[in-house]
Every structure is written in C-alpha cells, then in structure tokens.
C-alpha cells in the first residue's frame, strides 16, 4: 500500500489492480474482509470493496487504477476540509490512521488468495474436458 499526498488529495493504491479486487470479491470473498474472534463469536470489522473512493474504521472502497504500470487499484480522498494551522501527516493519521492499518492487514491476504483461485481455477479446468 502507498499513501501520497498531492495538493488537497490523498491517494492510497493497493497492491492489486480494481479487476483483481473484483476477482477476489467473486472467487475468494473472505480475502477483502478482516475479521475478529470474541470467544464463539466472529465479527467483520473491515471490509474492501469497489465502488465510489472512500475510507473509514469500517472499510475502503477503491473506485480505478492507477495510469502507470502495473495497473493498482486506487482511491482519491479529498482533504480540502484540513484546518490550515494542521500538518498534513498528523491529520491523515488523525483521521485515517486506524482504517490504514486495517486496510494494511486485509491486503496481506490479497495475493494469497489471488493465488489459491487461480490455482483453484486451474485445477477445475483440468477436470473438464470438452468433445464436439
């Protein structure tokens, strides 16, 4: 994950392309949420997904890709609101710092998974033969 800073936008890209998040969200949806276990209970405490660029404790949502290769899931958040007199880090840590740690531990598990699907994928290919 990168976060940048230019003029009154922060950017975060992840480590996956938006088509990858897609893929993941149809074939390993477990891989964009991080869960918590209280005893017998487990609670979903973030959740990525795709959609209209936001961020929160609760979830991101990556809404295109970046312009340079490879091609990485983005999302701009605009910080126009900052008060003057605040420096620029204090505040994403203020207000960002505990959904980019959340997001930072549910991207772990991106490629991972990215991995076991195409893995999986591979091998239901391999079980399906076609005759015509």
Do not use: C, H
């Not at 961020?55 to 991101?60: F, K, Q, T």
């Not at 890709?65 to 126009?80: F, Q, R, V, Y």
Request: no cysteine.
């Amino acid at each position: 994950m990168n976060v940048k800073v230019v003029g009154n936008n922060v950017i975060i890209t992840t480590v996956v392309s938006l088509e990858e998040l897609k893929e993941l969200n149809k074939r390993k949806p477990e891989a964009l949420v991080l869960t918590e276990k209280n005893g017998d209970k487990v609670k979903e405490i973030f959740r990525v997904g795709v959609g209209e660029s936001s961020l929160s404790v609760y979830g991101a949502a990556f809404s295109g890709n970046t312009n340079t290769e490879p091609k990485l899931a983005m999302m701009t958040l605009d910080i126009s609101g900052k008060p003057a007199e605040m420096d620029v880090k204090e505040y994403i840590a203020d207000t960002y710092g505990a959904a980019i740690l959340k997001l930072s531990r549910v991207e772990e598990q991106f490629l991972p998974a990215l991995e076991a699907a195409a893995s999986e994928r591979e091998a239901i290919s391999s079980m399906i033969s076609v005759e015509l």
